[in-house]
């Protein structure tokens, strides 16, 4: 019998407890590897369903972060959060939180994963970004420009990995079937001037040539393939997934 593509080893995702992160974690797990599902949320049921470990960990406290050393083969940056508003409402202080989680931390993971993907001369570093990395939305402003980050930092990531095996790539997806997404319908109609039950139609969906919200095991499969050993040429890439989105 042949050995699951990541027989021996071992994933860390941030954000894994739910959504994206949730499907990742069972994608990974399936493929063979011992995951760590690193979230502010309890994920204790979904790790033993994977048969991985959880890690209740707060993002944004990256002085704890700064001293942190990882021993992952596979590091998925996946935590996020979202807040629209147009820029002259947007409070300073949720602008930085936001860049905090979704830009300074998958920097500090990285930082504290490198040195031993090095030793071994492998590694996977598989940033979650969004068609947001690649495109802008009004009323997004704080989440825009941290993907827009992340899209850097992957890159340079990449540069630097790869003669060291390790790879480097973003995941972008469009609207995806999540709690954050469903969180947002009723922002997005207070900002457009819309009704919620408009706002798929009118917003989300306006840019997309398919006309659904993405599923998260859909992103997940392409997250497995990234990890997987056919993927070992690419790095320094943005992969869509949004429906033709970025197409235009």
């Known amino acids: 019998m042949n050995a699951l593509p990541l027989e021996g080893r071992r994933a860390l995702v941030t954000g894994g407890a739910g959504?994206?992160?949730?499907?990742?974690?069972?994608?990974l797990a399936g493929m063979g590897a011992r995951v760590t599902i690193a979230d502010l949320?309890?994920?204790?049921?979904?790790?033993?369903?994977v048969?991985?470990?959880?890690?209740?960990?707060?993002?944004?406290?990256?002085?704890?972060?700064?001293?942190?050393?990882?021993d992952c083969d596979i590091l998925v940056n996946n935590a996020g959060i979202q807040r629209v508003a147009p820029i002259e409402e947007y409070e300073p202080a949720m602008f930085r939180k936001i860049h905090t989680l979704m830009l300074e931390a998958p920097f500090l993971l990285i930082r504290a994963a490198l040195p031993h993907m090095y030793a071994q001369g492998w590694g996977r570093i598989?940033?979650?970004?969004?068609?947001?990395?690649?495109?802008?939305?009004?009323?997004?402003?704080?989440?825009?420009?941290?993907?827009h980050g992340l899209e850097g930092l992957s890159k340079v990531t990449a540069l630097e990995g790869g003669p060291h095996g390790v790879t480097s790539n973003c995941v972008n997806p469009g609207y995806v079937r999540t709690p954050l997404v469903e969180a947002q319908i009723l922002d997005q109609a207070a900002a457009h001037g819309i009704d919620e039950s408009e706002v798929l139609a009118k917003v989300m969906l306006t840019e997309s040539a398919i006309k659904r919200l993405v599923e998260p095991a859909e992103v997940a499969s392409l997250v497995g393939w990234l990890a997987g050993p056919t993927a070992s040429m690419v790095t320094g890439a943005s992969y869509t997934i949004d429906g033709g989105w970025s197409a235009k």
Do not use: C, M
């Not at 959504?19 to 994608?27: D, F, H, L, T, Y």
């Open 51 to 70: 048969g991985g470990e959880a890690w209740q960990l707060d993002l944004s406290d990256t002085a704890a972060l700064e001293a942190l050393s990882l």
């Open 126 to 147: 598989i940033n979650l970004s969004s068609v947001h990395g690649l495109r802008a939305s009004a009323f997004k402003s704080a989440y825009v420009a941290a993907k």
């Open 19 to 27: 959504g994206i992160g949730a499907a990742v974690v069972r994608e």
């Open 41 to 49: 949320s309890p994920a204790e049921e979904l790790a033993q369903e």
